[in-house]
Nanobody, 126 residues
Framework: QVQLVESGGGLVQAGDYLRRSCVVS????????MGWVRQAPGKEREFVAA????????REEDSVKGRFTISRDNAKNTVYLQMDSLKPEDTAVYYC???????????????????WGQGTQVTVSS
């Protein structure tokens, strides 16, 4: 059974930072791409960032580019999302997600992921 367990959410002020972590078990972590997706109230899930299985390629959504950084540690079965210079519009439930298949192609659509974490609220006050 594949499990993705997230940590690191919370309430912060604009300009602050958070580091999200997601530990994966039940599958060979190093073979699969990972991503972060968020969902704000009343909105659809939105791609945030993705990283390939071998850490060769990353991509961030335009609104977070330069502020958020995705990374992974295959030895720890963990993917991270460093969130700097947070803005109120970053307020959402954030999910980590894992690719279904072993591929070198980045998954940038939420529907492209097959396994999901439980989701954690990030609230940024102005």
């Amino acid at each position: 059974q594949v499990q993705l367990v997230e940590s690191g959410g919370g309430l912060v002020q604009a300009g602050d930072y958070l580091r999200r972590s997601c530990v994966v078990s039940g599958r060979t972590f190093s073979r699969y791409g990972m991503g972060w997706v968020r969902q704000a109230p009343g909105k659809e899930r939105e791609f945030v960032a993705a990283i390939t299985w071998n850490d060769a390629t990353t991509r961030e959504e335009d609104s977070v580019k330069g502020r958020f950084t995705i990374s992974r540690d295959n030895a720890k079965n963990t993917v991270y999302l460093q969130m700097d210079s947070l803005k109120p519009e970053d307020t959402a439930v954030y999910y980590c997600a894992q690719d279904k298949d072993h591929t070198v192609v980045l998954t940038t659509r939420p529907s492209g992921y097959d396994y999901w974490g439980q989701g954690t609220q990030v609230t940024v006050s102005s």
